[in-house]
C-alpha cells in the first residue's frame, strides 16, 4: 500500500473542496480507508472512514452535514468532499488504510497501517 494524497488548498469560509487519496497498490479494496487532520499545535484527530465496498461510513461529530466521504475501488482512490468549511477545519489532511475494523477503535489513529503524506487546507475567515 502506498497512499498520495492531494487536493489541498486555500478556501474562503463557507467554500468547499475534495480531497483524494490514490493507493498505487493492487489490494485497496481490502482495506478500510480514513482521514484524519491535524492541526497546529494539535493533536491528529479523526475525520471520517469507510468500509472496504463503501457501504457504511463514519464521521466526528464535528464534520457531520458537512464532509462526506467516498471510495472507488476501481480507481483505488478515496475522496473527501469538504463543504461549508470553518476556519476551525485547518489543518494537514492524511489519509489511512487499516486491514482490520472494529466499531469501537475505528477512530483510533494507532490502529492504523499505512498512512499517505498529507495535504494542507487552509480555509480564511
Known amino acids: 500500500v502506498q497512499l498520495q494524497a492531494f487536493g489541498g488548498g486555500l478556501v474562503q469560509a463557507g467554500g468547499s473542496l475534495r480531497l483524494s487519496c490514490v493507493d498505487s497498490?493492487?489490494?485497496?479494496?481490502?482495506?478500510?480507508m480514513s482521514w484524519f487532520r491535524q492541526a497546529p499545535g494539535k493533536e491528529r484527530e479523526f475525520v471520517a472512514a469507510?468500509?472496504?465496498?463503501?457501504?457504511?461510513?463514519w464521521y466526528a461529530d464535528s464534520v457531520k452535514g458537512r464532509i462526506t466521504i467516498s471510495r472507488d475501488n476501481a480507481m483505488n482512490t478515496v475522496y473527501l468532499q469538504m463543504n461549508s468549511l470553518k476556519s476551525e477545519d485547518t489543518a494537514v489532511y492524511y489519509c489511512?488504510?487499516?486491514?482490520?475494523?472494529?466499531?469501537?477503535?475505528?477512530?483510533?489513529?494507532?490502529?492504523?497501517?499505512?498512512w499517505g503524506q498529507g495535504t494542507e487546507v487552509t480555509v480564511s475567515s
Open positions: 469507510i468500509s472496504w465496498s463503501g457501504g457504511s461510513t
Open positions: 489511512a488504510a487499516r486491514k482490520s475494523f472494529s466499531y469501537s477503535d475505528y477512530d483510533d489513529r494507532l490502529r492504523y497501517d499505512y
Open positions: 497498490g493492487r489490494t485497496f479494496d481490502t482495506y478500510v
